[in-house]
């Protein structure tokens, strides 16, 4: 997973399967180890649009770790017992963040030290994405094109899923500018709706939909960077 600090765009954070989180401030040229503190197998990653030294990292075995310092250190914040696929911040406050896992939906709203399960749509919940417009608005999925959206910040849930393929859904994101939403469907490529959800159309060619992408990241200029398994950026 990438996280950009859009303060500071050339600032970013990758999370690597065997090596921690990385870190670079000059837009990849160079990177440098940013994991003191935490596990080293991370799915999940975020970083506070408001509060960029903030940042969330969800752990495949190890729970949820937390930096306040731009990465210098990590304490764990709870979930051990959890598979955390992604985790997202809230975009006006970084004391509340979501957190995807094979139980669900969890929320904090205390930066951490408490967690709220905001109950369990799909078996897993593979992605996930808060729409940095309107706060209250998330969306979640999980297999056999589940996908779902929150207007109350994930306390009802309702099918957003129409003329999806019944394929996992990997990453979801959505454009800061337009409000539009993009979700990476195993063997599909991506699919995009302009309408809150409520219709899907395809924007495959076949490399996107040779690549199984998990994770997905729009830029404010309306340019969308699809990460994958095994087939980089």
Do not use: H
């Given at each position: 997973p990438l996280a950009l600090d859009y303060q500071s765009p050339s600032s970013l954070y990758a999370g690597t399967t065997l090596q921690g989180v990385y870190a670079t401030t000059?837009?990849?040229?160079?990177?440098?180890?940013?994991?003191?503190?935490?596990?080293?197998?991370?799915?999940?990653?975020?970083?506070?649009p408001t509060s960029p030294d903030t940042l969330y990292a969800g752990a495949l075995l190890g729970g949820i770790f937390k930096t306040t310092d731009g990465g210098s250190t990590w304490s764990n914040k709870g979930l051990r017992d959890h598979l955390i696929f992604k985790v997202k911040v809230d975009p006006t406050n970084a004391q509340i963040a979501y957190a995807a896992t094979q139980q669900g939906v969890q929320k904090t709203k205390d930066g951490g030290n408490t967690w709220v399960s905001l109950g369990q749509k799909t078996a897993f919940v593979f992605s996930l994405a808060v729409d940095p417009q309107t706060r209250t608005t998330v969306y979640l999925g999980g297999p056999s094109g589940g996908l779902y959206k929150s207007i109350d910040g994930g306390q009802t849930w309702q099918n957003s899923n129409a003329n999806l393929p019944a394929t996992n859904i990997y990453a979801i994101a959505v454009d800061p500018q337009s409000g539009a939403i993009y979700a990476s469907l195993e063997?599909?490529?991506?699919?995009?709706?302009?309408?809150?959800?409520?219709?899907?159309?395809?924007?495959n060619n076949s490399l996107l939909k040779s690549a199984r992408l998990t994770s997905l990241m729009v830029h404010s200029t309306g340019v969308v960077f699809a990460g994958s398994n095994g087939n980089g950026v």
């Open positions: 000059n837009g990849g040229t160079k990177w440098n180890p940013s994991s003191q503190g935490m596990s080293l197998f991370i799915r999940g990653l975020a970083i506070s063997g599909e490529g991506v699919y995009k709706s302009a309408d809150g959800g409520n219709s899907w159309t395809a924007t």
